[in-house]
């Protein structure tokens, strides 16, 4: 994200062109709906599409963020669709992007601009793919942001990124920072442990699936959050 890491993970060996991933997405994953989005359009992996065959620049055996429909991404989407005034002629950083699925909704709203800041090649791909699909442009960084300043945007829009307490910290503190330089924060998450709830203050509550859930189709309660910073 912004080169964020969402987990630290060393580059791809073998992986394939961006055109190459691009076909590959089209010819394999289905483009239908978000669950509980349908104003969204995503290609979403299913059983049949191998995505072992695209050599992720995941971690081995852990499913990618950009095919899949995780929960905070799908509650700051859901959040953005049902509140568009946070984001109308606003410019937008999309940390972790993932699929794309806020910086999509954000742009849908009528965001000025939006920055999808991630670092996962394959997602880079998905991310144009699904833009597409939903008719609007949303840029891409490859950039490491949680190293950099504060970017130059209105709002930052994080969703699904505490995943582990080493990410985390590093998370908290860029966004710490970014809140203290007058961007506002919104974060998405399902409540995953290493979510830093005392430095948080909860906005809205959502019933969305999350990916892991297997075949039961319950819906967990997530939130939607901004950082409190004292003074």
Not at 118 to 139: F, K, M, Q, R, S
Not at 144 to 152: I, K, N, Q, R, W
Not at 180 to 207: F, N, T
Request: proline share 5%.
């Amino acid at each position: 994200m912004r080169g964020l890491h969402r987990r630290e993970r060393s580059p791809n060996r073998g992986a394939l062109s961006l055109v190459d991933v691009h076909t590959f997405i089209v010819e394999n994953l289905q483009l239908k709906p978000a669950p509980g989005l349908p104003e969204i359009q995503l290609y979403t992996a299913h059983p049949g599409s191998g995505l072992s065959r695209l050599g992720s620049s995941d971690e081995e055996d852990l499913p990618p963020y950009w095919a899949y429909n995780w929960a905070g991404g799908t509650l700051l989407a859901r959040h953005i669709l049902e509140h568009q005034d946070i984001v109308r002629n606003r410019r937008i950083l999309d940390l972790g992007a993932g699929s794309g699925i806020v910086g999509i909704a954000a742009r849908k709203c009528g965001a000025s601009r939006v920055v999808a800041a991630e670092i996962d090649t394959n997602a880079i791909a998905a991310i144009a793919l699904n833009a597409e699909a939903n008719g609007v442009t949303v840029e891409v960084t490859i950039a490491d942001v949680l190293a950099g300043d504060p970017p130059e945007v209105d709002i930052i829009l994080a969703g699904d990124v505490f995943y582990s307490a080493q990410l985390a910290r590093r998370v908290l503190q860029f966004l710490t920072a970014s809140r203290k330089a007058g961007i506002e924060v919104l974060i998405g998450d399902p409540r995953r442990r290493s979510l830093p709830l005392a430095a948080l203050e909860l906005i809205a509550e959502y019933a969305v699936p999350d990916f892991g859930d297997g075949s039961t189709g319950q819906a967990a309660i997530g939130g939607v959050f901004t950082l409190a910073v004292a003074g």
